[in-house]
């Protein structure tokens, strides 16, 4: 007989997750146009692995909610291993930039060190990236074109140095960068 806690389930963890995400971005919003509640962005990069067919790796899922937590509050990983397990600490770490480093470098870095990292990163960074390109299409943030289009190109090779890890996610984020692209295009014309 074990005198340990028991095991929570899988739900219970992802449901716990969710609560600490949506407490430590209680403040934040996105920078569209509407200024969605910030908590709605990991929610979406989660269901969208688990649409893609990864319903069943929890510590992916729940890794994917707090994809943020670190980079952007003062949540730390240390903190993140002893609620959610060291796997989940391990895999947002990968995710979440050094914030020493400038923001130029910050993003350089991406691109050269994703092909090295795990999958349940890659497929986090990939399905961050469909939901930041969409944002783009859906609810533009007041970016000036430049802006813009060097954080597309920057998101392309991104998705380009992992090509291969998830075929139909990465169709999903061609699709959605052509949206962008047409979308871009539409309003200089207008
Ligand atoms: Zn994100």
Same mark, same amino acid.
């Given at each position: 007989?074990?005198?340990?806690? &028991? ?20 403040? @934040? ?7 969605? &509640?910030?908590?709605?962005? &990991?929610?979406?990069?989660? @269901?969208?692995?688990?649409? =893609? ?67 349940? =990163? ?10 930041? *390109? ?12 430049? @802006? ?9 090779? *991104?998705?380009?140095?992992? =090509?291969?890890?998830? &075929? ?23």
């Amino acid at each position: 007989m074990s005198t340990t806690q &028991p095991e929570q389930g899988s739900s219970a963890r992802l449901l716990d997750a969710l609560y600490f995400a949506a407490e430590m971005h209680r403040d @934040h919003r996105r920078k569209g146009a509407i200024a969605a &509640p910030y908590i709605n962005h &990991p929610i979406t990069v989660a @269901h969208q692995l688990a649409a =893609a067919g990864m319903d069943q790796n929890g510590d992916l899922l729940i890794a994917a909610v707090l994809h943020d937590v670190v980079e952007d509050t003062d949540t730390t990983l240390e903190e993140l291993g002893r609620r959610f397990g060291p796997r989940v600490a391990d895999i947002v770490g990968e995710v979440t930039d050094d914030k020493n480093v400038d923001w130029r470098s910050r993003k350089r870095m991406v691109v050269e060190t994703i092909a090295g990292k795990s999958r349940e =990163a890659q497929l986090i960074k990939l399905s961050d990236l469909i939901a930041n *390109v969409t944002d783009l299409v859906q609810h533009p943030p007041n970016w000036t074109p430049e @802006h813009q289009s060097g954080y597309l190109a920057w998101a392309e090779a *991104v998705v380009n140095a992992m =090509a291969g890890v998830h &075929p139909a996610l990465e169709s999903r984020f061609a699709d959605v960068f052509q949206q962008v692209r047409e979308s871009t295009k539409t309003a200089k014309r207008a």
